[in-house]
Nanobody
């Protein structure tokens, strides 16, 4: 069992920055892919970014160049640095861990979500 807890969300003005954190606990000895999804009201869940335990990253086109995903294995913590935020980035952001690259298998683990709101 893996537990994930997100933090760092909040309200910012357009053009501002936030850093989200995801702390993992439990059975973290396995090598997981980890990443972030987001979901805005009335919209489908959207992939944001992914990082492997070896450090290989991937981003959605809508955030590439503005967001940076990273991890600190010593702290079992993953981060999402969000710069140049836009109102369309407003969503609940979820941390996810999985043994598969897609992050959405039946055995995936999800955090509770943290709200990010970007005002115009």
């Amino acid at each position: 069992q893996v537990q994930l807890v997100e933090s760092g969300g909040g309200l910012v003005q357009a053009g501002g920055s936030l850093r989200l954190s995801c702390a993992a606990s439990g059975r973290t000895s396995r090598q997981y892919y980890m990443g972030w999804f987001r979901q805005a009201p009335g919209k489908e869940r959207e992939f944001v970014a992914r990082i492997s335990w070896s450090g290989v990253t991937a981003y959605a086109g809508s955030v590439k160049g503005r967001f940076t995903i990273s991890s600190d294995s010593a702290k079992n913590t993953m981060y999402l640095q969000m710069n140049s935020l836009k109102p369309e980035d407003t969503a609940v952001y979820y941390c996810v861990a999985d043994t598969t690259m897609r992050l959405t298998s039946a055995s995936s683990y999800w955090g509770q979500g943290t709200q990010v709101t970007v005002s115009s």
